[in-house]
């Protein structure tokens, strides 16, 4: 295996991970709906942008450490869910917790993922220096019984917060995922935090249901029945971000799933100007979508983001190199933010003002 | 013959079928006029465009069809009418009437189709659930009296409308067809919707004249002589459509014939927001020219089109596998159609509003 | 030889040229100066511009016919001036004259041109059906008297105007030459112009001086020296342009040299309707740079010019096929305009408005 | 060795460079912060603007000289710092500093310089015809008594002003250099300016210190010990811009160092208008990053700069030919401005307005 601190960028780890991966796995990660034209758009946007750096404000101590919604991050750097973290690496998910726990962020676990959600808050208190969060990505199920029981069972392994995703009414289309014949999870692997809940024999894993039906009145309902700060995942348009803030949603993640669901839509970067100003402070926004570098972070933030996540990044790095792999691209990011911080003249994301972005005059 | 269900989009189909093609043929449908600006233009305009979609509206049963100009469809995808079919496959348009009855949409029947309309028309009544409505186009000939029997043909073989093309003063200039010297039909293909039609020995087919001289004067005497819906085809400019609507003609094709006619002639959905304001409601809009993909078809529509049509698709698909081919293009587009309506938070046409598009901010 | 008449458009006609000529000589004529993005900016501004065509406008006899400045073409596509001719034929400008004459179209000869004025006139009046105009591509010249005679050269040979090149205070530098060893004619070629013009010993030819010296008082004594129409060819600042007008200049070449003056000025198309606001109707305004297509032709006639001027494509053509290589280039761009026109349902130049042209929406 | 006069253009001296230099040095001298965006902007930005040249402007004797706080230069192309030239040329900076006295013009000698400045200085006036200005590019260090003795030491060899870098609270990140394993100066090679510097071993040379702790009381400071004028080099925003004016400061570098602090920061040129603007004539204004061009000199003189300052090319030049080859990168941007002059109808900087300098249409 590659030594992880050889790898200097996370392009590097990707290309790592690619050339030791199975290429349909690769496909799967890499891939996103149809044409991949959002796919293309979260990262072309950061390039797009510019920085317009502060001089001589005469440093002192970089705090690199966020709070949201409750939740400490030593900082503003999440982890986004992805599925099916067993697919890259046989320690799944434990190894991804390992390394979120010893970096000291947020892991959001995915409802999708291949080890169950109380074994990965084991893994993350039991793992080196380990004290991140962890908060729970729930799709609603049209069952709203085995949802209750889903939200049960993540607020029992200590979840934070709950990250509803919807912009799934129905499965994005990965043609690259068709053209591979991938439908199905290689023997042994399973949505585990679907196995054994509620009724049905031993061992039974349910399928996770993706419905046109879920609406406010789900968000609603979930508001009731839990007492754990609700965000919700994949808005994009400035009216129901509106309506995101009228239903008394605790916050949300900016994103379009990784342009894995519907193509064709905005980069969130370029959209976040106006979800700010939809929400006008009263939530905070957690961004998603083509996060590479410690400028896209600061990027982020100066227009108005209280942290990122980063998706396929992890699951690069825990393709490249397990835990290690996973806690190299962290820490990457970790140096690269504090480092545009510095160079911005900026001590804590606070210093981060919307001035200090600019587009591409053309 | 590949197996159509193996093709996972247009541009798969197009592929296979240029690699089975007479190069010759194939240059001929996918070529335009010079430079092939506009041929280019017609798809990278969709790219440009960004959905936003609405998230959390609940579902409902989608419904997929509309009616246009009296004729009922079931998704708003229709067949724009290209000449020529017995080409690229030896049953010509009657396997495309077949597959567009199948899919149960409107086919417009070109003018210079291999087959003539009354012959597609029977085989459409006679199609597996074969109920799809027949349009004809037509190339007003100089020689009124011509004109008026094909006119009377094409209602005999019971079409519901005509399209009236109107961007052909001449014919356009293909170099790829004058590179390849390909100036005639092969031996036995004719333009049989002009065989035998008013005097002359039998089996005599006429030349399709285009001709300058026909101008709006010619649309008010069709106007008269007929009660078809009229559609015209081809008007580019604002004040032309303006001109439309106050000679009361029933419906536009927005079309700049695939690139076919004058080169550098904009895309027609960067055109389709001036149109939809020139005819303010008052007549329905047909839009063709680089819908490859489920969500064109939702840009054209939430830009005001009451629905699309496809040319090039529907021949590669009849190149690439006769009527099953034809068939599957329709139904790649019908499931896209479907599966983009569902992610944008829509349950029909209806719910397509002009907010959820954007252009791509630079 | 290539069939002329095998060639279909002018790119066509450059590659044959290009394939048969030294290439020290190819790139003398396609190159510009320094990184050549004036040169590449010229083609490129054309097909950013887009055409909004008319329909049903009713034909009539289309009327290709232009008069300029009292000389009438058959077509409003003129021949820029263009040095040195016999480096790419044997018979040079006598070759580009009769194919000019032919075409009825206007030739610009150039100071440079290596036969004299008076031979091309002759041979244009000689050639078949010839009854094409000349005019006379002037560099003023410090030493004034030598001036005045090449004027009276000119005059004598009848030329019906003088187009004076003003941007022109030093030679372009073109680092193609440089790189080539380019610097001198091979032996046998002249600026036949300058030869025995006033006293030195027989058949001494002066050095073309470009001084950056000349001002507008040496326009006013050239208007006062002669009674031909005079045309200033290189302006492109609008407030050079307003200067023209009110030192009583008759007409202007609006061009930047092909790109082979300065380098990174704008394109010539870019900047006509700026230069057509500050003329406001006064004076015509003849185009080149970048003319390539009849649609070229026709979005530079919207916009306000008068007609256009061609160069490297003449020579292209003369290298391609002599005289009737240079026909074939006026006669490909004759049946693309009329084509042009007839598409945009148009019957003259008077036709073509500026509402015709569009920008490329970004 | 190459002839230098063979040599075009900046970029074939930059490729003869690096056809013959250490991989590593060549990275070291053309790479630039982390995905090195803003090495790209800054040579793009200036492909973006357009001239447009006035003419008939009647000449007279061209003035290329500049005066700029008080050092007067031949032309308006300085020499901007850069660190190490004796990896590139065993004379180092002494070469430099020949060609900079030959070419008459101000070099600005980095702290980071392999050659002590006093040494440079000597060179400088020793050189054939040599009379050019030197200034001092300083890093101010915390330990302020070190920063006092470089600026004594600076004055004592006769700089003529400082120019304090304040674009660099730490170092940026090459990650090219890290790929390459290039953390060290070869054995032999270092930073002259540093050595023997106040107390410690004799020939012990100090470490530079990049410190986010240096603000704006440090020019405050270093404003009082000295009475060179003091120009900072590598504020970006407005701002800042704004407050060094308000602390006396006497001059601006506009520069982004190369791209090689923080990446995405924009070009220098695009934010010359907003900075130009901040400073409103009170202090000059040198701009560097990109100039590879005359029309680049002439493009920032006519948008508001006093001065452009050139750094990687001089390094290609040493490196292609010593002395001689930083020499002919110095007269070859002198003869391109001076040909911009002429043909854009100036005799001197005066006449180069802002109207003259367009974007590129979009």
Known sequence: MADMSDLLNLSEIEAVARAGLNPVYADYIAGGARDEITVRANESAFERL?????????????????????????????VSPTAFHKLVHPEGELATARAVAAADTIMIVAMAATVAVGEIAAAA????????????????????????????RATDAGCEALVVTVDSPALG??????????????????????????????????????????????????RRITSLPILLKGLLHPEDVRSAVRHGVDGLVLSNHGGRQLDTVPSTIELLPEVVAAVAGRIPIVLDGGVRRGTDVVKALALGAAAVGIGRPVLWGLAAGGEAGARRVLELLREEYDHTLTLCGATSARDLTPDLVRGVPQ
């Open 50 to 78: 510019r920085l317009l750096p502060r001089m001589l404000r005469g440093g002192g101590k970089r705090e690199l450490d966020v709070t949201v919604l409750g939740s400490r991050a030593s900082m503003p750097i999440l």
């Open 125 to 152: 208190r039991a793992a080196t220096g380990g004290h991140g969060a962890l908060w729970f990505q729930l799709y609603i199920q049209p069952d709203l019984e085995l949802t209750e029981a889903l939200v049960r």
């Open 173 to 222: 289309a990965s043609e690259r995922n068709r053209r591979n014949g991938f439908t199905d999870l290689p023997a042994g692997l399973a949505c585990e935090n679907l196995r054994d809940l509620r009724d049905g024999e031993p061992g039974h894993v349910r399928q996770i249901v993706m419905s046109p039906e879920i609406s406010w009145e789900h968000i609603d309902w979930l």
